[in-house]
Nanobody, 124 residues
Framework: QAQPVESGGGLVQAGGSLRLSCTAS????????MGWFRQAPGKEREFVAA????????YYADSVKGRFTISRDNAKNAVWLQMNSLKPEDTAIYYC?????????????????WGPGTQVTVSS
C-alpha cells in the first residue's frame, strides 16, 4: 500500500524559504484532505496546515499563518507546502499525511497515512 513521501527539506537561514513536496505512487489521495505536521526534538507532533480534497479550502496553525501556503494538484497526486520567512522555531521534521474520509482539520489522530518525514533546519 503506497504511502506519501515528502521531499524538499534542508538547511536554510532565518528569513529564507523552502518548498516541501508530498507525492505518492500507486495510490491516489485526490478524494481526501491532506495535511502537513511537524515534530521538533523533545516536542509533540504539531499541526501545520491542511487542504481540502479539492484544494479550495485551507487551514493553518496560528504559528505559520501568513508565512506558509499549502496547495495541491490532484492530477499530479501532489501536495506542497511553501514556507517563507522561516524562523529557527520552524526547525522540525515535517510530515505529510492523508486524512480519513470526510475529515478536514488539524487533529493528527484523524490522519491514516503518513510519510517518513523530511528534515527542515532553520539557522539563526
Amino acid at each position: 500500500q503506497a504511502q506519501p513521501v515528502e521531499s524538499g527539506g534542508g538547511l536554510v537561514q532565518a528569513g529564507g524559504s523552502l518548498r516541501l513536496s508530498c507525492t505518492a505512487s500507486g495510490r491516489t489521495f485526490s478524494s481526501y484532505a491532506m495535511g502537513w505536521f511537524r515534530q521538533a526534538p523533545g516536542k509533540e507532533r504539531e499541526f501545520v496546515a491542511a487542504v481540502s480534497w479539492i484544494g479550495r479550502t485551507t487551514y493553518y496553525a496560528d504559528s505559520v499563518k501568513g508565512r506558509f501556503t499549502i496547495s495541491r494538484d490532484n492530477a499530479k497526486n501532489a501536495v506542497w507546502l511553501q514556507m517563507n520567512s522561516l524562523k529557527p522555531e520552524d526547525t522540525a521534521i515535517y510530515y505529510c499525511a492523508v486524512a480519513r474520509s470526510y475529515y478536514f482539520g488539524g487533529d493528527f489522530r484523524q490522519y491514516d497515512y503518513w510519510g517518513p518525514g523530511t528534515q527542515v533546519t532553520v539557522s539563526s
